[in-house]
């Protein structure tokens, strides 16, 4: 069977983790291989550069470049070699996540961010032009005023999940703009719903594209 490549997004609190979980039991029980790994990290380097990237502050291309560069390891290190093997790969955000928080959270120049990417995600596997990318990118899209209901008191708050909800604001539009960009990609999800909606539209999509 060939590998998958499926990535989770949305702004903190949007509420992917369930989902993933549920996605990989879904996939296990139709008899694949699961790899389930998350950015920034998934291998020993790329969690070390997400501990100092949730946590130091930085200027906004040395935390573009820490991502990218946290990506290139796992890729290299876990995502190509697992999707090679036919595993489906549950990545927990990737690169429309640098776009979103970089590009649009911080307003750092999308251009780099394309460049960065092409560098990136060009892979021996792919023969250049083309770029590693996800089949599919599930988008849970929430309000930031709803998912800062859901933080308050979850946990303690990192750097991102510390900013104000305009951020957010700004992070869902860089969002949007990715999912304009490339629509037969995304699969946006109404997150503002009960979890039992959340992953019945989850599933659905999944289903409806042919991949599980
Ligand atoms: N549909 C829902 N309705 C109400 N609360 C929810 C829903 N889904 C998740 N939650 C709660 O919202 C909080 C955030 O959820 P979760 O940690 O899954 O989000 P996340 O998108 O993985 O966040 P992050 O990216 O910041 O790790 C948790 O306390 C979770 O229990
Ligand atoms: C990949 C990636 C992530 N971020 C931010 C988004 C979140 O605030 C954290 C990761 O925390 P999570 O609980 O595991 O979702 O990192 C980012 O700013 N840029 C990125 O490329």
Known sequence: ?????????????????????????????AGRTVTLTREPGGTPLAEKLRA?????????????????????????QVIEPAIARGNVVLCDRFTDATFAYQGGGRGFDREVLQQLERWV??????RLPGLRQPDLTVWFDLAPSVAAQRL?????????????QEFFARVAEGYAQRLRADPRRFLRVDADQPREGVWQAVERGVRARGLL
């Open 121 to 126: 995600q060009s892979v021996p596997a792919i």
């Open 152 to 164: 308050a008191g979850a946990r303690v708050p990192d750097k991102f999940e510390s900013q104000p």
């Open 1 to 29: 069977m060939s590998g998958l490549f499926l990535t989770f997004e949305g702004i903190d609190g949007a509420g992917k983790s369930t989902h993933i979980d549920a996605l990989a039991g879904a996939f296990r029980a």
């Open 52 to 76: 100092l990237a949730l946590n130091e502050p930085m200027d906004a291309l040395t935390e573009a470049l820490v991502m990218f560069a946290a990506r290139r390891d796992h890729l290299l």
